[in-house]
């Protein structure tokens, strides 16, 4: 028996993992206690990672559909075939014929950049990834108010006061967003012991909202009221830190100031359903802590207002002086500076075709793919390529995504399973899953809270022949003849390192995301490969320092109002506050420890703790309704509607109903053409694409009006 020391990659937390192999197989996963940072707050999904590898329904080498079965094929017709039809179709409608979608595990693989450099080669305009179902508005308003589109923060929990989590569920979901505090729920509580203040704001009374000092119960989608109402406290009290302040283009303060104090506590309060007195109560605590910090998750960013929530976070980080200070959010340029790299690379921002949505870093919204696939005239696309990604359950209105994948002349699916988004895949090409996988996950370099990188070593080898993701799309870049990355001579680079490392018997030489991670970490100069590697637990490699971000702004002030913000701040504020009555719930969504997204349910283990989801509804709203525990009862919105069991409980308050999303993903069973594997439903069919957020393109994931009723046949 060997013991590999590797680290999860299903989340940022990154925890450090002991794996026991024997013979190429995963016989137990355990947690690496050597690891001076992760595993005290490990989980489930860590822990049982290899049922995934071993899945019987593992897509274990390329496969082509015939008729409506598929049949395995090798790489290389795959590769032949594909690139004959897609360089087909760029010569006759042009580059953006092609669309590709990646989704969220691919941001933890250092294969991304070869994803994406596949992406530059043939120039499509049409790019999609998971970032307009996620975090999309952290990047507008980081490119607003730093002239940075990627600014990790990282939550300084160890000397935190006062921890202000809005929209989030750590308990569940660990720390995991853009910056990550690796066992940051463990260290939440143990600042919690010692006096520090953990404040939830959260329709549902969350397990972290339990264990909290104080929820507060807000009505979804309002946050950005409940901030500003803060603001007004704290611009009204001069509980503002004016060295920081002065630091600020005067007139942009002023206009937010001016917001702030002009709008109406009591109608803010009216808006986000959180009493007047406890908004002031919290703004005070917080600005007068030393080390405080205001985080907005995925319960801020998913919705139409999403940007402006977080926005109006980080303006009250700032105002109060707690921003990248001791306690605060910490940027962190970490061993390799991804933000700087990321900065050179920031695309303009542009118009997409149809919708005239604004790009956000090159992408396009999930939200308008089905209109730039249904919508005839230049552009328009016509195959897609689908990597680590289930859009059609984890982006809204999946009936009418799914109905336009089936219209594709080409989909090319790179996934471990064939998930509901993959159902009219032309060609399934085999994941690889990161306990097959070695790399430093240099993505993640600067997103985390400690100083800290750890190289996460190959546990076993994948089955068959399957080939690593990137070299799939390099091949493809190849077989295709258009310039990797969009460089000039990549192409004959890659091929002449390929024979070189042949021929000296150093396959380290080849052109590879393991080259490039050397390079980059010599580059960097913060420590060496060799360091690395004889760090197998992990590296600590400096302290945590504070305030680098000015430096990485290269002195220029933070544009804290810019003019977009505030326009569409007021535009709310002069909208009315009544929804109106056909629609008469709200629905939000949540997580649980032992999924992930729309996979993981289909493993015995998880299928043991989880069976499918329900719709939590309130008492009240279950009396009036006659709805009884268990029943089975409709849930409606604009557009669309689903039946599933009820389940009464007093965790979300009157007008909310809570349904995991993830659910109703079937995995099927290409080679043998067995039942599919289905459990729950997917709740994003009643999540409207058309209304987004106008800067990030994010759909109200998190707060759809829908009604309720009962099911005739309960
Ligand atoms: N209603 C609602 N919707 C939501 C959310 C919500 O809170 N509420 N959350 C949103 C968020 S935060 C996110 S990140 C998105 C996720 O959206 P997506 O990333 O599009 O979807 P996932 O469900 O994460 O599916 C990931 C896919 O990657 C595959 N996969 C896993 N590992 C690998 C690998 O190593 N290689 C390859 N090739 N494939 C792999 C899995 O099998 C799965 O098919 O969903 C969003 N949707
Ligand atoms: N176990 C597990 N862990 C995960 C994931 C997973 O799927 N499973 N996914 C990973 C991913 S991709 C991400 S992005 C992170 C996300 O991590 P989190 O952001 O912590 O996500 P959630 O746990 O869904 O918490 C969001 C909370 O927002 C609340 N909410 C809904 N609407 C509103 C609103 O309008 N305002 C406020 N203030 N709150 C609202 C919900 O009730 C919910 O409790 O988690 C990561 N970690
Ligand atoms: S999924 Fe669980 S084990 Fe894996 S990194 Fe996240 S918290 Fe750790
Ligand atoms: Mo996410």
Redesign the pocket.
């Known amino acids: 028996m060997n013991t590999v020391y590797t680290t999860c990659r299903y989340c940022e937390a990154a925890c450090g993992l002991a794996v026991q192999v024997q013979n190429n197989k995963v016989e137990k996963i355990v947690a690496d206690k050597e690891n001076p940072q992760t595993w005290r707050d490990i989980c489930s999904k860590g822990l049982t990672a290899h049922e995934l590898v071993e899945h019987p329904r593992r897509i274990k080498a390329p496969m082509k559909r015939v008729g409506d079965s598929f049949v395995e094929t090798t790489y290389e017709e795959a590769i032949g075939v594909i690139a004959g039809r897609f360089n087909e179709l760029i010569a006759v409608h042009g580059a953006d014929s092609i669309g590709y979608?990646h989704?969220?595990?691919?941001g933890f693989?250092s294969g991304v950049m070869f994803s994406l450099g596949w992406v530059d080669a043939i120039g499509t305009r049409n790019r999609y990834n998971?970032g307009s179902?996620?975090?999309n508005n952290n990047h507008v308003v980081s490119n607003a108010l730093f002239d940075l589109p990627y600014v990790p923060f990282n939550p300084d929990i160890d000397r935190c006061d006062y921890l202000l989590m809005i929209g989030m569920n750590p308990a569940e979901s660990k720390f995991s967003w853009l910056g990550n505090a690796s066992d940051g729920w463990v260290r939440a509580r143990e600042r919690q012991s010692k006096g520090a203040k953990l404040v939830v704001v959260d329709p549902r009374r969350t397990r972290s909202a339990q264990q909290a000092d104080t929820h507060l119960s807000i009505k979804p989608g309002t946050d950005w009221a409940f901030i500003l109402g803060l603001l007004h406290t704290v611009f009204g009290e001069d509980l503002v830190d004016s060295a920081a302040c002065a630091a600020l283009p005067a007139a942009q303060l002023g206009s937010i100031r001016e917001i702030a104090l002009a709008a109406d506590q009591a109608s803010l309060s009216g808006r986000c359903g959180i009493d007047a007195e406890d908004i002031r109560q919290v703004a005070r605590d917080y600005a007068q802590a030393a080390g405080a910090m205001c985080l907005t998750q995925?319960g801020v960013s998913?919705h139409t207002t999403g940007t402006l929530g977080h926005w109006l976070g980080l303006v009250l980080d700032i105002v109060t002086g707690h921003l990248d200070k001791p306690g605060g959010r910490r940027f962190d340029t970490g061993y390799i500076n991804m933000t700087e790299f990321a900065a050179t690379d920031n695309q303009p921002e542009t118009a997409s075709r149809v919708r005239g949505q604004p790009t956000v870093m090159g992408n396009r919204s999930l939200a308008e793919l089905p209109d730039e696939i249904y919508t005839p005239g230049p552009s328009q696309v016509k195959a897609m390529v689908i990597?680590?990604?289930?859009?059609v359950?984890?982006?809204p209105n999946g009936q009418v995504l799914d109905s336009a994948l089936a219209e594709l002349d080409m989909l090319v699916v790179?996934?471990?399973?064939q998930?509901e988004?993959h159902r009219h895949a032309d060609w399934l090409i085999p994941?690889?899953?990161?306990l097959e996988r070695e790399e430093l996950l240099f993505n993640l370099a600067g997103g985390m809270d400690q100083p800290f990188a750890q190289y996460s070593a190959q546990a076993v080898k994948p089955p068959g022949l399957i080939q690593p993701?990137w070299r799939f799309f390099v091949d493809l870049a190849l077989a295709m003849k258009v310039p990797f990355m969009g460089k000039k001579g990549a192409n004959t680079m890659i091929r002449i390192s390929r024979v070189l490392a042949r021929l000296f018997r150093k396959p380290q030489w080849a052109f590879s995301p393991g080259l490039l991670e050397r390079l980059m970490l010599k580059g960097a100069k913060t420590f060496s490969w060799r360091q690395l590697q004889n760090s197998p637990h992990g590296l600590q490699y400096r302290d945590r320092a504070y305030g680098q971000l000015q430096a990485q702004m290269r002195g220029k002030a933070i544009q804290i109002g810019p003019e977009q913000f505030c326009t569409e701040l007021q535009r709310l504020l002069d909208k009315s506050n009544q929804p109106g009555t056909e629609y008469p719930f709200t629905l939000i969504?949540k997580?649980t420890l032992n999924m992930?997204?729309?996979?993981l349910m289909e493993l015995p283990n998880m299928q043991k703790r989880e069976q499918g989801n329900d719709c939590e509804v309130n008492p009240a709203d279950a009396h009036s309704l006659g709805i009884k525990e268990g029943a089975k009862i409709e849930v409606t919105s604009a557009v669309g509607s689903l039946s599933i069991k009820a389940r009464i409980s007093d965790r979300v308050a009157p007008g909310v109903v809570c349904i995991q999303?993830?659910w109703g993903?079937r995995v099927f069973s290409p080679v043998d053409k067995e039942e599919p594997l289905c459990f729950g439903v997917n709740?994003?069919q009643l999540?409207d694409n058309a209304a987004i957020d106008p800067f990030s393109g994010i759909p109200n994931?998190?707060s759809t009006r829908v009604k309720v009723t009962l099911c005739a046949d309960t």
């Open positions: 979608y989704g969220n595990p691919l693989t998971v179902i996620d975090q995925t998913m990597q680590s990604g289930n859009p359950v984890s982006g790179v996934d471990l399973v998930r988004s994941g690889v899953h990161w993701e969504g997580r992930m997204n729309s996979w999303h993830g993903s709740v994003n999540v994931l998190n």
